[in-house]
């Protein structure tokens, strides 16, 4: 059993690792703190988790014991992450961290985009992008792991292939995205109030979100990225307009690369929706081609949760772990 | 025209307020303020009023400027709403206060409810309870509204008939209540994040809810009082379980004191469902009865924020300065 | 006041059609049929209509006591909406089609789009495009308005100052647009069942829907038009990108000419939420530009049934029969 | 591996047995028919199910082939399933049927409650109701399941300790309960529409509904049983009002039998809400005591697609071939 710590276990994502790993198999939670429940009852702040995690309270925040797990997932925000992490490394931890601290590469443009002093810039270079289908010999022994953007891991799958083979014209990409308000975290903020969110919708980060430059650096390709906030829970849907320089065909014969993934589904000109995904681990990308303006039109959904962050944190951990990549991870949606 | 203000603006009731009174064809609000909002342009803070309230700004909590007006409706909190009423009052306005604090006759159970030692007894004999179908010659005439409860509204326009023609055992009565989220008012609580609340569904206050007291004296029943939040923004549904005295026509007998209401219809055995009240001034009710347990089961719908509260408030001004009851009001919902 | 009928009244614009006018001091409806629901009284069907339309019951279809009627509204099919539209007006009626038969000026462009023969092309020159702030002198003097497309609506008022300025390239537009629910109409169809839409997102239409062709012929822009399902009843808002030829402030200048506007709100860069609109007869639009592009990025937000169908209808009627033009028409949204 | 059989794999209930048994580690769907969809492959018309089902198509009825089966799930309308499920019995296979036709002890009282003449009495005896926290040792020996019903579940969980020890009256016991819109299948019906049931909220079948009796007969009370439809896709809400007459300490006591049960979770005066149910097999109770009427208030959730169905199925499938209780099933919610 390989024992599992979580350190910012009450946000969306410590606790869908909760959920995920209870399903898991061959892990074991032994350690999840949280600042706000340190304490508490797990079984008692979230009584669906009592059935696995009956007599376990939330600790405080203590890197000593968190280092005493094989590995451990930061769910912490931005900056207090790097710093952390860092001490988990320094202790002989292997590290998840979900946040954005150790996904460039190009450190700079991490420090423009966040506009925060990287404290830990002797452990960027090491640390692995966690996108497994393009990095699973370098998860397979790393020790820190950069674990992908929600939007980015939609955007990327869709769009790496085509401007890996030099089918669309990589300057003139539109990713207008739609997620469901889970990606925003656990927020007590009037803005994501049922109220407010309910029978909404609207674009926010518009010029400015901070994937873009993720979605630029790990695709190659220059993008406008525009975000918008679904009525949903969970769910990514990005709708990608590439200018297309080949042929559909040459479209189709790039995304040939996905065929033994597991956990990605490509679906031809058949475009899924956030249904097929929300639950599972999969992404499924569909497009259809235009041929009055020659441009190919991509859609790709994940689930933002789990394939957007604790889904594909715990396949990054079976890689790392040497499990099969499928173990304990959800291949099917819950379709309601 | 008569001049309107509004103190509170920025809840929902509030907000509410100003929808409602911009299609008012006799009313304005000349004065709106809010702690929160205070000199905020309105028409950029909501846009969608932007055609009524375009160069008007919210002001600071001015109770000179307020008391200015002709009439001023509080949009405050339980307990601070009563010392804000009562100047307004010493200053020669006329008041409808949406709070709780006017609403009782017996003010010791007032006490008892809100655990607060009411600073404005002199004013708590005077007050009128704002609820036209039982007390439209006492409004007319009245200085100060205690505007009722949104539960209170939709659980004694459809008890206090029976209970009050003898029909039922009044010491039996169960309500049933299920409510929109809009009910909760405008919170920034991690508990109404449209993630929490969307999908899911809860009782809440058993056995403890403060409208507990005010349906009991405002019917003259005894009830058991279950709330619930629905995961829809606006409206109010009760189920309302009597043991019945006498026959069910007796109880049909004894909604006929609605037939020439404006705003109640009383659907015989068609029971109503929130979509039939949401957006509108009305309440619709309609009874069942069970043969194999002598119960009757009376179903109660209005929508929380409009005759639970704001619309209700307008009809009780439109009483006061002597127009037809329905003046401005929706007396149709919103469908969809 | 004028006598209005509706045909096709049970559907969604039909329904909305008779809860607008409940509430307009100039118009009533006499005459509203419905083939499904002939016979049945209006007020027992729909609970909520029953303070306006107490003792009327729904009609069967009955051209000539529609044509005794001031004005029609035609809330019909595509395609068999031509034929009874050219009926009434051969009896002498006022008519407005919210279907898609009269909006076109190329009535190939309409066959292509529809595969459909038009059955009255005598008339198709004579109708006016009910957009009121291009047409509003053209209206005023109709028999016959073809009432515009929701999507079109959104997208239009939004696209075509841009276009007519000359501000941007108008061959390389993309339209991103969102839409409730209700756009789809009152269907009982599986893929629109509460169960299979709550929690999802999709596209649909892609490279396909009839609306482009309609929106390339009004705002003179050639577009790739890409529509998507919210899980909302109510509200479009439409993503527009384009690639700007002029400056940013070339662009801010082309929406001058909205400034007068009662019903359409240009808020700058400030970017208008379906909530915004929803519940309104106004249109809502904003821009940001990203310089890295060089492209300019429009959000437009309208409620497609009231300004996208239903209000704009009623607009229409208001300035055919010289009434001011907001006469009876919402310009505050429900906000909840 | 067990082989499994669905007959009726196109509602919700048949989806969810195909979705539930991909992650069962000890059996495996071979056979799924479907009227409907007969000769489509599954993978196609369900993307989510690609990872499992990737070759198969949904085969026609024919039940030579579903009896070579293990077990055959049953997810046919009432009525219809009697006579295939007897076909099945007497072909060799075990069979759980989810449907009404065999939970009933009393044919009596199944035949009064769906107006239907039960074609094979001669298997009704034999039926074992399949609610294994009563039933377990019959079941593990049972050929044929009577699969409870969704409200009966969550009805009879928390009302048959108060009722079996004596410590409330069994004559008075009201049942206000509220249940997702999954519960009303894969309907093609406007009335399930999402735009007629979003933000809607609505009582059906009050005083007539069928699981009534299942309900009298399972828990041994009397009971008014009302109905109401959520907007949430999953879930079930029972609001139980008992008049209590042993002291709350004795009903505490009441519910201690289900202290080792995997799957039913009694929190005390904690009361569950939706969220801890939806997404496991798990049933959750709390219950509060109310002083002045001598009430006791008992909330019970389960998700009425898992537990209230094709969860219990599996729970009785393991029972049946010697697994352990909890296989394969679900313990936590899918929380978001």
């Known amino acids: 059993m390989i024992k599992v710590g979580i350190v910012g276990a009450n946000g969306y994502t410590g606790f869908e690792l909760m959920r995920l790993l209870a399903a898991h198999p061959e892990a074991e939670v032994t350690f999840a703190s949280s600042r706000s429940l340190a304490g508490q009852k797990i079984a008692e702040t979230y009584p669906t988790l009592s059935g696995y995690y009956g007599d376990m309270s939330y600790a405080d925040v203590d890197l000593e014991r968190a ?34 601290d150790y996904r460039y590469d190009d450190i700079n443009l991490y420090e423009k985009t966040y506009k925060i002093d990287h404290p830990r810039k002797d452990l960027t270079k090491e640390a692995v992008y966690g996108l497994p289908e393009y990095n699973r010999r370098e998860i397979a022994k ?55 969110t309910d029978g909404n919708f609207k674009a926010y980060g518009v010029t400015t979100h901070r994937h873009t430059t993720e979605i630029e650096e790990k695709s190659g390709a220059t993008v406008t990225f525009t975000p918008h906030l679904l009525t949903v829970k969970r769910g990514i849907l990005a709708t990608i307009y590439c200018d297309l320089k080949g042929s559909p065909d040459d479209a189709e ?37 235009e041929e009055k303006t020659g441009r ?27 499990l099969p990549e499928t173990t304990g991870l959800p291949r099917v949606g819950f379709h309601l």
Chains 1, 2, 3, 4 share one sequence.
């Open 67 to 100: 280092a005493e797990c094989d590995v451990v997932f930061a769910c912490l925000p931005h900056g207090q992450s790097a710093e952390i992490c860092g001490k988990l490394i320094d202790a002989g931890a292997k590290v998840i961290d979900l946040s954005a």
């Open 142 to 196: 790393a020790r820190l792991i950069g674990n992908p953007g929600c939007y980015v891991t939609a955007s990327v799958l869709a769009l790496k292939p085509l401007a890996d083979a030099g089918v669309i014209n990589k300057k003139t990409v539109i990713i207008d995205a739609k997620s469901g308000t889970s990606g925003a975290g656990r927020k007590s903020d009037v803005a994501y109030n049922f109220n407010e």
């Open 253 to 289: 014969k790039a995304y040939a690369r996905y065929e033994k993934e597991p956990f990605v589904h490509y679906l031809g000109s058949t475009l899924p929706d956030i249904k097929a995904a929300a639950g599972s681990n999969c992404c499924y990308i569909g497009a259809k081609y």
């Open 296 to 322: 190919l039109i991509v859609v790709s959904c994940i689930d933002n949760l789990i394939k957007g962050a604790s889904g594909q944190a715990v396949q990054n951990m079976n890689i790392m772990f040497g």
